[in-house]
């Protein structure tokens, strides 16, 4: 494998990264459905490389409800029409009818009921339906390079994308008919009781001491207990031991005025002994002014705590195979690419030597010739450590950290150093390589972007923690209120960072302040 063909499969990994992020930033942000979908859209197109991708929304009976797209303008009006008048594309009606994407190599030869074919005759198209918890909610089709269109990794992250965009349309779905239902209980009792009743989420009340009052039906159905066997029970026996003092410590809040609400997740046991986590939001309800007890609306998340999990593994997996990848093409690259280049330089130097057959001039440009590959050699050198520096594997992380802060600055002026504070130890291999890439990029940074002086790598050793920190005296800036706005202001270094930094359980703190330098850090066990 050439260095090129590498270097544009690490891009490929680091796009697919982004456009997992930035969907999944998305869905936990957005609240309005047309925007989510349309935001989406657009990031296939506008981060992904897609030609263009569209989405058609359906209700419970099938009905198109909207049709949204990018990459398309006027060109997607046609389908539209089509569409209003009942009639789906070929490729839209298997998707709906298959859980899996559907593939279209050809779809100008092979597609003639679609407005699109003939718009699509050097493209390939993936379609795949969007359905989360048996609800399907339309369609997603893009049209992307035909020799893509069979790669697994694009199969795999389109229906990745659509599974995502199906569980924010659901959990929209589920915050709207939450709105209504709490909006619905300040008109009247008997509007309420209606709505208690047919409510999604389940809720329950119960007095001071757990002792429940009242439950509706979904709350009956997702413990597996009747209602009037709940109305027997106490919350204490349909908790964990941890979800139940999380529970008491919650009701102490909002019985002291610290909070008119409370959200937390619950493991809840359900009466067959099943173990699911619960969503549960709080508040306490009076009469005559007293508390009388606390009402919870709750709602089952494990699904998406799964998702949410699954999708730190493969996050975590791409990571891992994008470093094996750096360390193969470093081996390479010094190994063979660098030895050979030697080689010919000292072959090279051999022919320059015969100063009788040859003219001065030739000798001469044998010489710069031989300068250049010298240099060629110790860019790829050079390119091969910042790949994967081999020290870090022989000797650890802190003769690593050292000669990173040692590599030529190419004038950038910045003073680096490290500090290492406590007892230093060897760590374990995967958590040497996360924190010396948080320290790379972190450098990186402070370099390109702060216009500092000073910058100082400290590693914290104590017995059971190693923190690290990357301190500078650059310009600092502005810190968004959440970490996915970091992506909007094109600080994807600091993301990547906080991906490798949830690898090891951990949470990157980024700190800063204009005028006055920005420390980047992070603590792990080990």
């Not at 909207?66 to 009942?86: A, I």
């Not at 995502?164 to 209504?180: F, V």
């Not at 590599?407 to 950038?412: A, N, R």
Request: charged letters at 30%; aromatic letters at 4%.
């Amino acid at each position: 494998m050439t260095p090129k063909l590498a270097d544009e499969k690490i891009k490929h990994l680091n796009l697919v990264l982004r456009v997992i992020r930035d969907v999944n930033r998305l869905i936990i942000g957005e609240k309005d459905r047309d925007r989510l979908v349309r935001d989406v859209c657009d990031n296939l197109v506008k981060s992904r490389g897609y030609f263009s991708a569209w989405v058609v929304l359906l209700d419970k009976s099938g009905g198109i409800v909207t049709t949204l797209e990018s990459g398309l303008g006027e060109k997607f009006l046609p389908m539209v029409e089509q569409l209003k008048r009942g009639e789906m594309t070929g490729c839209g009606g298997r998707a709906l009818a298959e859980s899996g994407a559907v593939v279209t190599g050809a779809p100008a030869s092979t597609c003639a009921d679609c407005p699109l074919a003939k718009k699509y005759s050097d493209r390939g198209v993936i379609t795949v339906r969007l359905e989360c918890e048996g609800r399907v909610y339309g369609i997603l089709s893009a049209s992307l390079p035909v020799d893509f269109i069979t790669e697994p990794e694009e199969i795999s992250l389109f229906e990745q994308v659509a599974g995502d965009i199906a569980l924010g349309l659901r959990n929209i779905e589920s915050e709207e008919e939450r709105k209504r239902a709490e909006m619905a209980l300040k008109e009247s009792e008997s509007h309420y009781r209606d709505l208690f009743e047919r409510a999604s989420d389940g809720i329950f009340a119960h007095d001071p001491e757990g002792n429940i009052i009242e439950v509706n039906r979904a709350a009956a159905a997702f413990t597996g207990y009747a209602a009037n066997e709940l109305t027997r029970m106490n919350i204490s026996q349909l908790l964990s031991k941890e979800s139940l003092k999380l529970a008491m410590e919650s009701q102490q809040a909002l019985l002291k005025g610290e909070a008119d609400t409370q959200r937390y997740e619950l493991e809840l046991v359900r009466k067959d002994g099943a173990r699911r986590i619960i969503e549960s939001v709080t508040r306490l309800f009076t009469q005559d002014g007293e508390a009388v007890g606390v009402q919870a609306m709750v709602r089952d998340v494990t699904e998406q705590k799964r998702l949410r999990e699954n999708m730190q593994f493969y996050i975590s997996q791409i990571i891992k195979a994008q470093e094996e990848e750096r360390r193969r093409i470093a081996c390479e690259l010094h190994d063979e690419t660098a030895q050979s280049l030697a080689a010919l330089s000292f072959d090279i130097n051999v022919i320059a030597r015969d100063k009788i057959r040859l003219s001065g001039e030739s000798i001469q440009h044998l010489e710069q010739l031989q300068d250049k590959i010298d240099r060629l050699i110790e860019g790829i050198r050079r390119f091969s450590y910042e790949l994967r520096p081999p020290v870090l594997d022989q000797v650890g992380l802190i003769p690593a950290l050292e000669l990173l802060t040692e590599e030529p600055s190419q004038g950038d002026g910045v003073d680096t150093s490290v500090e290492v504070i406590g007892s230093e130890r060897r760590l374990s291999p995967e958590m040497e390589l996360v924190l010396f890439r948080i320290a790379q990029e972190a450098l990186r940074n402070v370099r390109r972007h702060s216009q500092a002086t000073e910058a100082v790598v400290r590693v914290t050793f104590t017995p059971n923690k190693v923190k690290l920190s990357i301190t500078d005296n650059g310009q600092g800036f502005e810190l968004p209120e959440l970490l996915g706005d970091f992506a909007s202001r094109g600080k994807l270094g600091l993301l990547g960072m906080h991906e490798r930094a949830r690898l090891l359980g951990s949470n990157l703190s980024v700190k800063s302040q204009v005028g006055k330098g920005t420390t980047v850090a992070l603590e792990v066990e080990g």
